[in-house]
């Protein structure tokens, strides 16, 4: 298989997660890396996602607004295999959903 076919894998699927603060830096990541990120199935809490969506025109399955549960769904998709990788732009000085955040950083381990 030649060209960029030979690099695309949208077997595996990239979840993004970042705290408010940080939602700017992760998108602007994002879009200076948008021809790595193109290559897999993306998803994302809805915050984090809407706005990955709007400013790079990726595609990214949207779930949960992460306090609502959107941080434990990516947790559930880690723990059934169902998400190989995550980007997670923490905010150090986020206090809102340690639980959740402790229960993510706890199954990404176990990647």
């Given at each position: 298989?030649?060209?960029?076919?030979?690099?695309?894998?949208?077997?595996?699927?990239?979840?993004?997660?970042a705290?408010?603060?940080?939602?700017?830096?992760?998108?602007?990541?994002?879009l200076?890396?948008?021809?790595?990120?193109?290559?897999?199935?993306?998803?994302?809490?809805?915050?984090t996602?809407?706005?990955?969506k709007?400013?790079?025109?990726?595609?990214?399955?949207?779930?949960?607004?992460?306090?609502?549960?959107?941080?434990?769904?990516?947790?559930?998709?880690?723990?059934?295999?169902?998400?190989?990788?995550?980007?997670?732009?923490?905010?150090?000085?986020?206090?809102?959903?340690?639980p959740?955040?402790?229960?993510?950083?706890?199954?990404?381990?176990?990647?």
């Amino acid at each position: 298989m030649g060209g960029e076919a030979a690099y695309l894998n949208h077997d595996i699927t990239l979840a993004l997660i970042a705290h408010d603060r940080k939602k700017e830096e992760l998108a602007d990541f994002v879009l200076e890396h948008r021809v790595a990120f193109n290559r897999f199935h993306l998803v994302a809490t809805r915050g984090t996602g809407t706005l990955i969506k709007k400013r790079t025109g990726l595609t990214a399955y949207l779930l949960g607004h992460g306090p609502e549960g959107g941080d434990q769904q990516i947790s559930a998709l880690v723990a059934a295999n169902e998400v190989q990788a995550v980007i997670f732009f923490r905010d150090a000085h986020a206090r809102r959903s340690e639980p959740d955040d402790a229960d993510l950083l706890r199954v990404t381990d176990l990647l």
